[in-house]
């Protein structure tokens, strides 16, 4: 099994053909990653087991700037989810 998960660098660049590079540049590239069933699905187990923390931990949170940083792992989270399930 192959996953292809986009990697976001910011403005960091990551050296991947060793051609200099002056900092400014947004490099993005996919990951690839083989996993066997037994591993596919602990993988999954992790995430729904993340998954419900997460949404504990957001129902009890008074910040509302936390409550935006964790939607947006649980958003991230989900969207591990749905490509692990895609792949199946």
């Not at 403005?11 to 991947?16: D, E, G, S, Y």
């Not at 051609?19 to 999954?44: A, I, N, Y």
């Not at 129902?59 to 409550?67: G, P, S, V």
Request: hydrophobic residues 35%.
């Amino acid at each position: 099994m192959r996953f292809l998960w986009p990697q976001s660098f910011g403005n960091r660049a990551l050296p991947v053909d060793n051609k200099p590079r002056t900092g400014s540049e947004t490099v993005s590239q996919g990951m690839k990653l083989e996993l066997t069933d037994l591993e596919r699905d602990f993988m999954r187990e992790l995430l729904e087991e993340k998954q419900a923390r997460l949404i504990q931990e957001i129902d009890h949170t008074d910040t509302r700037n936390f409550e935006e940083l964790l939607q947006n792992k649980l958003a991230a989270l989900e969207s591990l989810k749905r490509k692990l399930e895609t792949e199946s």
